[in-house]
């Protein structure tokens, strides 16, 4: 089975804080993403990417950036964390758009 | 034109029930829709997916109903039980393109 793993399961940061969130899969996918989960918005893609150093904006990219040096690490960077950067934060990878397989997620919580 | 447009937001059915989950889309273009489940403090993970050429797929328990030209597909689940408790979410998407569009996501409570 494809493992996607984040690296951590809870977060408390501070306002200003520069953030790092990691994930790492273990299937040699190409795909990965990030996606931030709130109450009755659902899934909104933050970021994702196809290859090895490429990165493409999704739907609510300002805060945020990206790094994929290798191919099985996606790590997601809030520059300087907010409070309304409060959220569920889950990785995903795919082959193709048949089955992504999503990490556990982390929760993170910014004071 | 990209949205998919999920409802209800929320849903309680008695054990042995038949919850029913719906969405719409605009785009013909869309030939991919999975549903996934995510139990709390878990990601989603793939439950059951439908291309447009069949109108229904079944496994287990769930089955995908597909309307091509009213644009809707939905999610049964027959016998319904305490454990399905969880999120679901309908997704679509494009054979040239590798991202899914999400629905908003319905929590399902199963009573005993």
């Known amino acids: 089975d494809v493992k996607v793993t984040q690296s951590s399961r809870y977060l408390v940061k501070r306002t200003g804080e520069k953030v790092f969130l990691e994930c790492v899969q273990d299937m040699d996918h190409e795909n990965m993403f990030w996606y931030r989960q709130d109450p009755g918005l659902g899934l909104r893609l933050i970021y994702f990417?196809?290859?090895?150093?490429?990165?493409e904006k999704g739907d609510i990219p300002e805060g945020y950036s990206v790094s994929r040096e290798k191919k099985e690490r996606f790590s997601l960077i809030l520059e300087s964390a907010s409070t309304n950067q409060t959220s569920m934060y889950l990785c995903a990878s795919s082959l193709s758009e048949y089955g992504y397989t999503f990490g556990s997620g982390t929760r993170l919580t910014v004071v | 034109q990209q949205q998919v447009k999920q409802s209800p937001q929320s849903l309680i059915v008695q054990k042995g029930g038949i919850p029913i989950i719906n969405c719409a889309y605009e785009n013909t273009a869309f030939d991919y829709f999975p549903w996934y489940q995510q139990f709390p403090g878990k990601g989603p993970a793939l439950l059951i997916a439908i291309r447009p050429d069949v109108s229904e797929k079944k496994e287990g328990r769930f089955t995908i109903s597909f309307n091509k030209s009213a644009k809707q597909f939905s999610l049964h689940i027959m016998d319904s039980q305490p454990g399905d408790s969880a999120t679901y979410f309908c997704?679509?998407?494009?054979?040239?393109?590798?991202?899914?569009?999400w629905g908003a996501g319905t929590k399902l409570i199963i009573k005993p």
């Open positions: 997704a679509a998407s494009m054979d040239s393109n590798y991202q899914l569009i």
């Open positions: 990417s196809y290859d090895v150093k490429m990165k």
